[in-house]
């Protein structure tokens, strides 16, 4: 199949990605963010996406990062409450570049406190917001807003000026988002991003199990309820229980570095997990019928 990518575009991937001198940055990065809403997969997540990621990793937007990543951040807001829908792109796209502006931000270290605390705000306000929840659309590519928003939240939890209230915030997020009903459970693999960001947030090690230990009792509250048998009881267990399961594999697998709560709070998650699945993880598990 022929490229419907621009020839200019598909010179500057041929080129490894290296940066044009025969246009203007601020004009190719405009033509890059457009981009980033675009229904072809080639465009989006072929071009723009890898580009502009490619050149925040090589410095290019240094002297331009506040700039960038607020534009993402507006990204955030087009077409918000909207479903299914094609303005998911630019909005799912826009926070993964936005992760990556967090990122470059943090290794640098030179972006004021409010900056960062400004793109948290809007991150979060929009991550709870975000209606559109599909993974893969066909045809279209990935949208997957929920998993990158869970990569955003990730590196905003690795920034120097992000303390234990905003760490406690982003955990209260991602529980309101695990928690929110839904149409259809997460298929695609968000539990596991989610745990991902969580496990950001518990590197720190500046979150207490005092706090840790209700936000997961609050979580395995909504996955342990009883079902009603007029609606389908998964879709507002389903997503809580996922996620459970995914943090509690995070902090048996992950490495290389494990947060300092890990011992207690595997504990705490073992026992929410047999609480929440009486019949598979407790004594009861052998009368089951």
């Known amino acids: 199949m022929a490229s419907t990518a621009p020839p200019f575009w598909q010179r500057v991937v041929r080129d490894g990605l290296r940066v044009p001198t025969d246009r203007p940055l601020g004009d190719m990065t405009a033509e890059l963010t457009s981009m980033l809403g675009s229904t072809e997969p080639e465009l989006r997540?072929?071009?723009?996406?890898?580009?502009?990621?490619?050149?925040?990793?090589?410095?290019?937007?240094?002297?331009?990062?506040?700039?960038?990543?607020?534009g993402m951040v507006a990204g955030l807001s087009v077409g918000l409450g909207e479903q299914d829908t094609d303005s998911v792109f630019r909005r799912a796209f826009s926070?993964?570049?936005?992760?990556?502006?967090?990122?470059?931000?943090?290794?640098?270290?030179?972006?004021?406190?409010?900056?960062?605390?400004?793109?948290?705000?809007?991150?979060?306000?929009?991550?709870?917001?975000?209606?559109?929840?599909?993974?893969?659309?066909?045809?279209?590519?990935?949208?997957?807003?929920?998993?990158?928003?869970?990569?955003?939240i990730a590196a905003l939890a690795a920034s120097p000026h992000i303390g234990k209230p905003e760490l406690t915030v982003?955990?209260?997020?991602?529980?309101?988002?695990?928690?929110?009903?839904?149409e259809q459970v997460f298929t695609?693999?968000?539990?596991?991003?989610?745990?991902?960001?969580?496990?950001?947030?518990?590197r720190r090690d500046l979150v207490p199990l005092s706090v840790l230990e209700p936000w997961v009792a609050?979580?395995?509250?909504?996955?342990?309820?009883?079902?009603?048998?007029?609606?389908?009881?998964?879709?507002?267990?389903?997503?809580?229980?996922?996620?459970?399961r995914a943090l509690y594999l995070a902090l048996t697998l992950l490495q290389p570095r494990q947060p300092a709560c890990r011992a207690d709070l595997l504990l705490t998650l073992v026992e929410a997990l047999r609480a929440t699945n009486p019949f598979y993880f407790t004594d009861a598990a052998t009368t089951q019928s």
């Not at 072929?46 to 240094?62: C, K, M, N």
């Not at 982003?170 to 839904?182: N, Q, S, T």
């Open 170 to 182: 982003l955990l209260d997020v991602i529980a309101d988002r695990v928690l929110l009903p839904v």
């Open 45 to 70: 997540d072929g071009i723009a996406y890898p580009t502009l990621a490619t050149w925040i990793g090589r410095g290019v937007y240094d002297d331009l990062l506040a700039g960038l990543g607020d």
């Open 95 to 152: 926070v993964l570049v936005l992760a990556g502006c967090i990122t470059r931000a943090n290794q640098l270290d030179r972006l004021p406190a409010d900056k960062v605390l400004e793109w948290g705000d809007r991150l979060t306000t929009w991550y709870v917001r975000e209606k559109d929840l599909r993974g893969y659309v066909p045809g279209s590519g990935w949208a997957h807003a929920i998993a990158h928003g869970a990569d955003a």
């Open 218 to 244: 609050r979580l395995a509250a909504v996955a342990g309820r009883p079902p009603h048998h007029d609606v389908d009881p998964f879709l507002t267990t389903g997503n809580p229980e996922s996620f459970l």
């Open 188 to 202: 695609h693999g968000e539990p596991d991003r989610l745990a991902a960001a969580t496990m950001a947030i518990l």
